[in-house]
């Protein structure tokens, strides 16, 4: 059974940067999936932030893909050796608190669909005030 | 103000039959998979629909999805009190390159 775990600082303060790490198990991460992290700020809907694909290779970052509207400000990357990968977000406010999740991307036949997310961490609320 | 637009709330009574909406373009529900979300006060969404109208195992048939053209709908027979939650679709934007989720609509069961 495929489990994830977001761990990092519940409070940031204005202007500083978010950094969240979830952690992986039952899975490689560097399976073919693609790996996700989502928000819900207090009172709204879910939002997608962007997403992360890594095959292994050693010299290979990953391949990412960003919400547009943070892409400025968010990074997504993997660390194969802890089988995790991180959201870092900078320059955050008051909106950029909010429930934040990691989530795994849904594959078949090869394919994989990062808008079907099958398995989610249990969320962790980041605040952000000084 | 999100591109795929639901409608923000829904009702019913135990054992009715309901219908969530969501509306979208050409980029997103129109040339792409739907994905519809179960959401629980306090913890994780749950992954009700995929491709449209796939259900994962373990999620019952009382549950079904369609897609027509640039919306799709979420259907929910012999509604139960458990059911009352908030929902979501979601889709692969290939304007914005990115997943785009519907603001979300809250059922209640009455």
């Known amino acids: 059974q495929v489990q994830l775990q977001e761990s990092g600082p519940g409070l940031v303060k204005p202007s500083g940067t978010l950094s969240l790490t979830c952690a992986v198990s039952g899975a490689s991460i560097s399976s073919n999936n693609w790996w996700s992290w989502v928000r819900q700020p207090p009172g709204k809907g879910l939002e997608w932030i962007g997403d992360i694909y890594h095959n292994g290779d050693i010299y290979h970052s990953g391949s990412t893909n960003y919400n547009p509207s943070l892409k400025s400000r968010v990074t997504i990357s993997v660390d194969r050796s802890k089988n995790q990968f991180s959201l870092r977000l900078n320059s955050v406010t008051a909106a950029d608190t909010a429930v934040y999740y990691c989530a795994r991307s849904y594959c078949s036949g090869g394919s994989c669909y990062s808008a079907g997310l099958d398995f989610w961490g249990q969320g962790t609320l980041v605040t952000v005030s000084s | 103000q999100s591109v795929v637009t639901q409608q923000p709330s829904a009702s019913g009574t135990p054992g009715q039959r309901v219908s969530i909406s969501c509306s979208g373009s050409?980029?997103?529900?129109?040339?792409?998979?739907v994905y519809w979300y179960q959401h629980l006060p306090g913890t994780a969404p749950k992954l009700l629909i995929y491709?449209?109208?796939q259900r994962p195992s373990g999620v019952p048939d009382r549950f079904s999805g369609s897609k027509s053209g640039t919306s799709a709908s979420l259907a929910i027979s012999g509604l139960r009190s458990e059911d009352e939650a908030d929902y979501y679709c979601a889709a692969w934007d290939d304007s914005l390159t990115g997943v785009v989720f519907g603001g979300g609509t809250k059922l209640t069961v009455l």
């Open positions: 491709r449209n109208n």
């Open positions: 050409s980029s997103n529900i129109g040339n792409n998979y």
